[in-house]
């Protein structure tokens, strides 16, 4: 299951990697996709 989780670790490494890259809004787009993918609290 922890297989289905890369692209998104993958998205955030690059972010992280290169922080020019990721600014504001761009933070705040995968953020939102990782909390989506992670259903209901």
Known sequence: MWQS???QV???LAA???PG??????WT???A???A???PR
């Open 5 to 7: 989780f890369l692209p």
């Open 10 to 12: 993958q998205t955030v």
């Open 16 to 18: 992280i990697a290169d």
């Open 21 to 26: 890259v990721a600014h504001g809004e761009e």
């Open 29 to 31: 787009r995968i953020i």
């Open 33 to 35: 996709h990782l909390r």
């Open 37 to 39: 993918q992670a259903g």
